[in-house]
């Protein structure tokens, strides 16, 4: 197992695994793709590895990776962000309980709850304006069995005050999940914070060249951890690939080096679009002038590389405007060494209905910020302004 003491940069290149899985001379954890693996003899408990559905050497290593970068104890990885948020859900509550839940979510994750556990799986979702912890806590019933949270969320940029919301689901005795993806471990660590779980798009800033999908759930309770398992595993089958564990594994490697200049050309392009006279409005913690910066300040370590912003025009010149740039490719996902823009309103959250669909503007546009040189990025931005 990794060091607990080391710090986070020699956690994430790996310098503490377990070598166990590796050949003398390996100096990355190999990518192991057999399906079944060979019995010594014939007695279960003697064997570390039977059918890679229920585990494999590849993808032990991430999630105990992922584990030790999130401060947790377990990882489980799954083949999506969104396989790894519908397990840690469905492990939670069971038919006919309640959500609690952010009524600014990703499309994707409202979309799974309102459409399939509301309407097929019995499960009630409440969602609340969760910057207010005293929301949640109003919020929560006797059949409750999962606050979900998202900070901060995508694409508003909101932030919910991990603590305050785990004091209050602390108190009820229900656990607090928080999609963590936007900062990834570097920037932000909500078990420290109080969470029960935590989840994370490993498609996104944790492999971060935009060529795998994963997710995981990371926590620090053994039971959860277990049922956890037992879903990825045996009850829906949804593990992470080898291949993609594989690529993973070797993205963390540069991960601290990555958010920091993610982080730097962000806060460099916000400042830009902040006294652009076509910008109504930049969302992004990292300036003063978000009204959350404060509490940005207090539980996360950096601002991250993703940011908002509202052009002043109307619909057809926002897609004008996007359509102008070079350097920014016009696309869905983030978290990748390349810049993406996308406009939301047409593109991600098109079919929002479960949150205030009408709360985010039709003008906004969502920034990636990428790892390129700055000064180019915001030659493209200055480029692609009408005169």
């Known amino acids: 197992m990794a060091d607990p003491d080391a710090r986070f940069e020699t956690l994430a290149v790996g310098g503490d695994d377990d070598r166990d899985r590796r ?28 059918y890679s559905r229920i585990e494999n050497p590849t993808r ?4 105990e990776r992922l584990a030790a970068l999130e401060g947790g104890e377990h990882a489980r990885a799954f083949a999506s962000g969104t396989a ?4 840690a859900v469905l492990t939670q509550v069971g038919a006919g309980g309640h959500v609690v839940a952010f009524d600014d979510l ?7 709850l309102s459409e399939l556990f509301a309407a097929h799986l019995d499960v009630d979702v409440s969602y609340v304006d969760a910057r207010d912890a005293a929301n949640v806590a109003d919020a929560v019933r006797p059949e409750t069995g999962l606050v979900w949270l998202e900070t901060p969320t995508n694409p508003m940029l909101r932030l919910c005050d991990v603590e ?10 229900v656990p607090l999940g928080i999609d963590s993806t936007f900062m990834s471990p570097y920037f932000q660590q909500p078990l420290d914070l109080g969470a029960d779980l935590v989840v994370h798009s490993t498609t996104k800033y944790l492999n971060g060249h935009s060529d795998s999908n994963g997710g995981v759930v990371v926590t620090s309770d053994d039971d959860v951890a277990e049922s956890l398992s037992f879903a990825q595993g045996i009850g829906l089958g949804n593990p992470l690939s080898p291949f993609d564990a594989f690529l993973v594994t070797r993205g963390l490697k540069t991960l601290a080096l990555r958010m920091e200049r993610h982080e730097e050309n962000a806060l460099r392009i916000a400042r830009f679009l902040d006294d652009h006279e076509r910008v109504r409005r930049v969302r992004y913690p ?20 993703m940011l908002s912003f509202e052009f002043d025009g109307s619909q057809a010149e926002t897609a004008a405007f996007v359509d102008r740039l070079e350097e920014f490719s016009l696309a869905v996902s983030l978290g990748g060494v390349e810049s993406l823009v996308e406009v939301p309103s047409l593109m991600t959250h098109d079919e929002v209905t479960g949150t205030d669909a009408d709360d985010i503007p039709e003008t906004l546009v969502r920034v990636s910020v990428g790892v390129e040189h700055a000064a180019d990025l915001l030659d493209d931005l200055r480029s692609a302004f009408p005169d």
């Open 106 to 112: 990703y499309s994707g994750t409202e979309r799974m």
């Open 23 to 50: 050949a003398p001379t390996d100096v990355v954890d190999p990518l192991h793709l057999s399906t079944t693996y060979t019995w010594d003899e014939l007695d279960k408990d003697a064997i570390a590895y039977e």
């Open 84 to 87: 790894a948020i519908f397990t």
């Open 164 to 173: 305050a919301n785990a004091a209050v689901a602390q108190e009820h005795g």
């Open 60 to 63: 032990d290593a991430l999630e």
């Open 286 to 305: 990292g300036l003063e002038s978000h009204p959350q910066h404060d509490l940005a300040r207090r539980q996360t370590s950096g601002f991250g590389g």
